[in-house]
């Protein structure tokens, strides 16, 4: 069973940065994509980076494409979620989210319906 655990989140102020751990276990079959995910009060959920299992590729949302960089460390199974020069409207609850891909031409996106496993979320706060 694949299970997913992030870690990292509390209170920063503007400007300052945080890094966001999920840590993967478990087997997939085939190639995978882990995505973040992030979720304000009252706001839907949106997709904040993608990393997958082949060569790494990422992928990230424009509100936070030179800010935030998504990582991957293969040995300790585990994706980051570097966010720097955080606003506060990056405040939510932020989600790793897991699903296998067969084949590295398939692209979940933000699409976050495609994604089977879930990680518990993890609150940021970022204030003025």
């Known amino acids: 069973e694949v299970q997913l655990q992030a870690y990292g989140g509390g209170s920063v102020q503007t400007g300052e940065s945080m890094t966001l751990s999920c840590v993967v276990s478990g087997f997939f079959p085939d190639g995978y994509v882990v995505a973040w995910f992030r979720q304000a009060p009252g706001k839907e959920r949106e997709g904040v980076s993608t990393?997958?299992?082949?060569?790494?590729?990422?992928a990230y949302a424009r509100s936070v494409k030179g800010r935030f960089t998504t990582s991957r460390d293969v040995a300790k199974n585990t994706v980051y979620l570097r966010m720097n020069r955080l606003k506060p409207e990056d405040t939510g609850v932020y989600y790793c989210?897991?699903?296998?891909?067969?084949?590295?031409?398939?692209?979940?996106?933000?699409?976050?319906?495609?994604?089977?496993?879930w990680g518990q979320g993890t609150q940021v706060t970022v204030s003025s």
């Open positions: 990393i997958n299992s082949w060569f790494g590729d990422t």
């Open positions: 989210a897991a699903v296998n891909i067969p084949d590295r031409t398939i692209v979940p996106g933000f699409r976050d319906y495609l994604y089977r496993h």
